[in-house]
């Protein structure tokens, strides 16, 4: 597969100013001594010290700057993490029945063997870490990891400066792969940071089915593994007419910090799906990037955040749209309990040489306390003149009269709103396409108490 990656500006993908660059932050600095006292050979250990290198003059972005205004770090700041290398002990996580054989898993950034399963595959797919990949395997996957563009954003670079290992998806040419592919990277050790990478190359003709999935080693609603930092990154290469279907669920603990990266780079005539679910981390951050690199795309972007408590959910979007015949459709929906904080950012480039693309964007937000806020800003920036473009934003909360209507039919107060709530969250959850996946985010969203009481 041989793709062309345009020039195309990422907002949230920005090199460091000069004036950055001429400051030291100690705090990054020692995230970097961490991430990079492993060290590893080859083309590998280039790329990482070619990253390092960029993070040693770079600082943490603050609310200072336009991208992250509403997202404070100073909590984080606080914090000294270590890097903990593969506890295995008191694990849980849900297993997808579609996805029993076709499984990998990683605890604290670290491939575990014995939880994972890949003997359920056809031919023509890779499904492996890293390292268990052959020599020319690996000399296939250097063409790709860290190549997507925004490479360079403090966190992108932070994780590739720490790279050791990585979950690595290949299909080939024209495979279509009915198995859903279950990737799963559990952390929780109290102070600790991971830095889970994926990397995903699905070759022109080819289709998949994606479920990306972070979680607390005891469940998204414990605190009991206290405090710690994942900073994720995936990059996916989607080649001509091939079809990517991608849901990311992130229930990390209840004290967790949550950072995640997710670039897409589409070729000409390919389909990316991302249905994308935030449920857990005190503070989370998902900056989803896609660049079109070649004419008649499909890109559809459905995304559900639920919130509660003193949660900070923060979604920054960014559709480069470089080729005519586009056709992007975005549904981010948010659900703001308590005095949780929903942040939403979504932008849709379209230049001049993206005549006749077709651009929807619409954000929808449930409030159900008097102290919940959100933040939304959907955003077209246009310049070709023969587009059909839309954006819009929503904030609402439960209505009373709704309420009364179904107590009039016999329902309680509390259930009624639940019932309300749980109608909101099934539009985006009842389109993921693995049937387990939505019972078990139905019934977690069904059994979230905290959102049916101011």
Not at 72 to 79: A, G, P, Y
Not at 142 to 145: A, E, S, V
């Given at each position: 597969m041989n793709i062309q990656v345009s020039p195309s500006p990422i907002p949230n993908s920005n090199a460091v100013s000069l004036t950055s660059m001429l400051d030291r932050d100690d705090y990054l600095t020692g995230l970097l001594n961490q991430v990079t006292a492993n060290k590893t050979e080859g083309w590998l250990q280039e790329l990482r010290q070619s990253a390092a290198n960029w993070v040693r003059h770079s600082v943490i972005p603050t609310t200072r700057e336009e991208e992250w205004r509403f997202t404070?770090?100073?909590?984080?700041?606080?914090?000294q993490f270590n890097v903990e290398t593969g506890n295995f002990a008191s694990l849980e996580f849900d297993i997808l029945?579609?996805?029993?054989?076709?499984r990998l898993v990683f605890v604290n950034g670290v491939y575990a063997p014995e939880l994972s399963a890949v003997s359920d595959l056809p031919s023509g797919i890779v499904v492996s870490n890293l390292a268990g990949l052959s020599a020319v395997e690996q000399e296939g996957v250097?063409?790709?990891?860290a190549q997507s563009e925004g490479a360079q954003e403090v966190f992108t670079a932070l994780n590739t400066a720490g790279i050791t290992d990585a979950a690595v998806v290949w299909v080939k040419k024209n495979v279509v792969v009915e198995t859903p592919i279950h990737l799963v990277f559990i952390s929780g050790e109290t102070l600790t940071i991971s830095q889970p990478r994926?990397?995903?190359v699905a070759e022109s003709g080819s289709q998949v089915t994606l479920v990306e999935e972070y979680t607390n080693r005891r469940g998204a609603e414990s605190a009991e593994d206290g405090v710690y930092l994942t900073n994720a990154?995936?990059?996916v290469w989607v080649g001509d007419n091939a079809e990517v279907s991608h849901t990311r669920v992130e229930r990390e603990g209840a004290e967790a910090f949550h950072i995640g990266k997710t670039a897409i780079a589409q070729a000409r005539d390919s389909r990316y799906t991302c249905h994308a679910i935030t449920l857990g981390a005190k503070l989370s951050r998902h900056n989803l990037e896609i660049l079109q690199t070649g004419e008649q795309t499909q890109t559809t972007l459905n995304g559900l955040t639920i919130i509660s408590g003193k949660q900070l959910s923060d979604t920054h979007s960014a559709i480069a749209l470089n080729y005519p015949h586009g056709t992007s459709d975005q549904l981010h929906k948010c659900i703001v309990g308590d005095r949780a904080h929903a942040v939403f950012n979504g932008k849709v480039f379209v230049p001049k040489l993206a005549q006749l693309t077709n651009a929807s964007q619409l954000n929808r937000n449930l409030l159900l306390s008097s102290k919940a806020r959100v933040d939304t800003k959907p955003q077209l920036e246009i310049t070709a003149d023969n587009v059909k473009c839309a954006h819009g934003a929503t904030v609402s909360q439960l209505e009373d009269d709704e309420i009364f209507y179904l107590q009039s039919r016999g329902i309680d107060e509390n259930d009624a709103r639940k019932l309300l709530i749980n109608a909101f969250a099934a539009e985006v959850i009842n389109k993921i396409p693995v049937p387990s996946l939505r019972e078990i985010?139905?019934?977690?969203?069904?059994?979230?108490?905290?959102?049916t009481n101011e």
């Open positions: 404070d770090l100073s909590s984080l700041r606080k914090v029945p579609e996805a029993a054989n076709s250097r063409q790709y990891l994926c990397l995903v990154v995936t990059e985010l139905l019934n977690t969203v069904n059994n979230l108490k905290s959102l």
